[in-house]
């Protein structure tokens, strides 16, 4: 069992930067792949990014891709995602998770999630 606790969250003005982090109890951490996702209000849960347990492999959906990067520190059993040039499309709900399954964007492969954090950028 893995529980994952998002913080790092907050308002900050268009063009600025926020470092989530995802850390995790649990002695398996650093078996999984973590995955963060968002929601904003009235859409779907979305794929944002995600790094394998080794950290050599990561993966970026095309609209964060250049603006945000992932890491992962497996002996602070902690993600980290480092969100740079954010733009008002960028708010939302982050949320992190334990990547189980093969394709990295799909959320049903994906397990302890966990409560999220509010993003929020202003114009």
């Known amino acids: 069992q893995v529980q994952l606790v998002e913080s790092g969250g907050g308002l900050v003005q268009a063009g600025g930067s926020l470092r989530l982090s995802c850390a995790a109890s649990?002695?398996?951490?650093?078996?999984?792949?973590i995955g963060w996702f968002r929601q904003a209000p009235g859409k779907e849960r979305e794929f944002v990014a995600a790094i394998s347990w080794t950290a050599i492999q990561t993966s970026y959906a095309d609209s964060v891709k250049g603006r945000f990067t992932i890491s992962r520190d497996n002996a602070k059993n902690t993600v980290y995602l480092q969100m740079n040039s954010l733009k008002p499309e960028d708010t939302a709900v982050y949320y992190c998770?334990?990547?189980?399954?093969?394709?990295?964007?799909?959320?049903?492969?994906?397990?302890?999630w966990g409560q999220g954090t509010q993003v929020t950028v202003s114009t």
């Open positions: 649990g002695r398996t951490f650093s078996t999984y792949g």
């Open positions: 998770a334990a990547h189980v399954g093969l394709a990295w964007t799909a959320v049903n492969e994906y397990v302890y």
